[in-house]
């Protein structure tokens, strides 16, 4: 079941259902233990459409972007992708030459398997940065997984693909929604990972999508991409962008059912609702998190100015461990905008800063609480979600981020020794 | 005595001597209890010279600037100040018309007391964000730390002073060069504080320094303003910067002694190495801090890009926290630098990455490291003071920057209640 979160209610027009990725008709999964994990995890997951598909991806913005995230971007038809290979627990990353060798050679075998052009196969992996894939463990994964296809299309078939893509994610990220159009019902089919410690890098997050409504690839694309830009574009843990990020999404049309101009904003929202579910489990589920934080500015010049105030805010390790010690330190929130605006912004001040329906900075000064709102207050703080605003003096632009406090337990998971 | 660092050695014109502050001629000091800080601390100073001096400054960028930050900045002569009257324990910040008020009646106190017009005076403040100054403890306050100044040109008062400005500083951070120049000898004296956390919000930097030189403000400014450039601006804590921070100078040239253009320049680097010693104090003794790196950048494109890639990586909490755990994670370091350089970045790619003497990246991939450098690695993340470079695949320029780590005690200084 997709993770629940309010900050990510599921439209009228969608309902939760069981079987994930191969929800949607006409989609095959598989999972298995390579051995690139140890103790026989599942680490490699094989996704296929079994009819031709339209796709759409986004990646990384990072100059060191992994090997398969090059190869993809690079060298695959990015909106006629109809298969997927990922392994976890190496992520080809800096791997120079012979990382790119290695993804393109996973690429080619998983295509040969399942007698696909290489263009229409996407490669991703995560894990360990900086060490060459084991592709005698790789090798052998690909085969095997390809082999239990074909018995793949039931829900324990998506729960294992689900779980081969994870690292240390602590909870497992995936689901369906089954949405009602007016040309008829449409699914929808989600595995995410993220946000869980690497050993010894950072997190990546993955996410892949299904679909079975039949539509084009420019309709899908414009949809996946709205949806990421309203997720997981706006999900931070510790700032950090990762050398692997890659959100997939595969559509088939196996259901017949082709939506219109109405019938695509449903679609739309469903998916929005999705990836929002998603990229929320993955701050919750972040590196020793304990509570999630929605922030949004309002107020601002132009949109890029909100978003900079909003991320220096979620960024502050000052204003994410007073969250982790329940401390309503608005002083400190104050501090991350002023830096954020820098000398000229000062016209964007007085800000207003509110938790939940608490209003605690009015104009640019500490507002008097009374009894009851501080009782309130103290309640906010204990939320395992709280929903924060900082409302500035200008024009109206606005932005969100989603953020995570900092705690003992992000710097114990992060400052184990690798080597 | 000036804090030691490898990173800042005094140059060869230079010697270490007592008297802080007060070492060069004609300035007096004084640091009382006026009651702000709780049981007895002393908390507020006054720093003069005794005779009409040239003056520069730095403050914060911050938009949310402090009353006193504004009002000195705004309101006082700069360039011709002759005292400063400093309060810890309330940073009279993000106090709206009060505050302005409050910082202007300190100053009015302060300039009667001194005889002096308001023009000549600056205020800083240091401590708690917004909360209102208690005035009935600062006005009185004033008047004893005047009083106490015709005595205060020796040792102790320049302590008292250095002392009345620290919130929670573990160690003092002052000291005094005597400088042999061309033209005869002069001495600087030197205060600061910064980066012990401020409950309940975030540390403050101050630095106040002295000059006997008989210098126009122009060269003392330029003088001032390039030791500031290459020494405060360079280090990060937590990457957060202060509604209150503060660099003032004040030169006299109560010794007699006019440096030439050969002067300036041994005065300069007499200045340079005291600020880095301080400026790096300040990252030894931030919230929770075991190491300080120097990490140097080079072969950027521009000196900006050689500065956000130092930056990047510097305020990494995945670095941060590789560094506390004596990780040579080079893996996140070429993630920061990757984010950094954004996806149009990867001509600066592939990068190297030496931890002092030991190549760990070349040419983007890992190095192969014998038993002897591998030991030497390890002995390396166990120094108090660790070299760092990145070389980029550009042109040249280059950036520096000092930082921490991240520990359990940051986040256990920094997450305690406030409220």
């Known amino acids: ?75 695959s038809d990015c909106a006629h992708l109809r298969a997927v290979v990922v392994n976890a627990g190496n992520a080809n990353a800096v791997t120079g030459k012979q990382g790119l060798a290695d993804a393109a050679r996973m690429r080619l075998l998983t295509a040969n398997h399942l007698r696909l052009p290489v263009e229409q196969v996407a490669v991703c992996s995560t894990g360990l940065i900086g060490v060459t894939l084991p592709m005698d463990k790789i090798e052998p994964g690909i085969a095997a997984a390809a082999a239990a296809l074909p018995g793949g299309g039931d829900t324990r078939a998506a729960d294992h ?24 019902r449409v699914k929808l089919g989600f595995a995410a990972k993220g946000c869980g410690m690497i050993s010894p890098n950072m997190a990546t997050m993955l996410c892949f999508v299904t679909c079975d409504a039949a539509m084009s690839a420019e309709h899908w694309t414009e949809l996946l991409h709205g949806a990421v830009r309203r997720s997981f574009n706006l999900i931070t843990v510790d700032g950090q962008e990762s050398t692997n990020d890659t959100v997939l999404g595969l559509c088939n049309g196996a259901s017949g059912v082709q939506p219109g101009e109405e019938g695509r904003v449903l679609l739309g929202r469903a998916l929005d609702a999705a990836l929002l579910a998603l990229a929320v489990s993955i701050v919750a589920d972040g590196e020793g998190s304990t509570r999630t934080m929605r922030l949004t500015v309002t107020g601002a010049s132009d949109a890029g100015k909100a978003e900079a105030v909003a991320r220096a805010v979620a960024n502050s390790p000052l204003v994410k461990t007073a969250f982790y010690g329940r401390d309503p330190n608005w002083g400190r929130i104050m501090q991350a905008i002023g830096q954020a605006l820098g000398r000229e912004g000062h016209t964007h001040l007085p800000a207003g800063i509110a938790y939940e329906d608490v209003l605690i900075v009015e104009k640019g000064q500490p507002a008097e609480l009374d009894e009851v709102q501080r009782a309130r207050l103290i309640e906010i703080m204990h939320q395992p979600e709280i929903d924060l605003t900082v409302a500035l003096n200008g024009p109206g632009e606005q932005a969100t981020v989603y953020f995570s406090d900092l705690t003992h337990d992000y710097v114990t998971l992060n400052a184990e020794y690798s080597t």
Do not use: C
């Open 1 to 75: 079941m997709l993770p629940k979160s309010r900050f990510a209610p599921v439209p009228q027009s969608a309902k939760a259902i069981g079987g994930g990725l191969t929800a949607p008709q006409g989609f095959l999964a598989a999972g298995v233990a390579s051995g690139v994990k140890k103790r026989g995890k599942l680490d490699l997951g094989v996704l296929l459409s079994e009819r031709p598909a339209v796709s759409a991806a986004t990646f990384t913005s990072n100059a060191a972007a992994a090997a398969p995230v090059r190869l993809t971007r690079e060298s």
């Open 161 to 184: 693909f689900a779980t081969a893509i994870r690292t240390t994610d602590k909870h497992p990220k995936s689901g369906a929604l089954e949405v009602t159009l007016p040309e008829g």
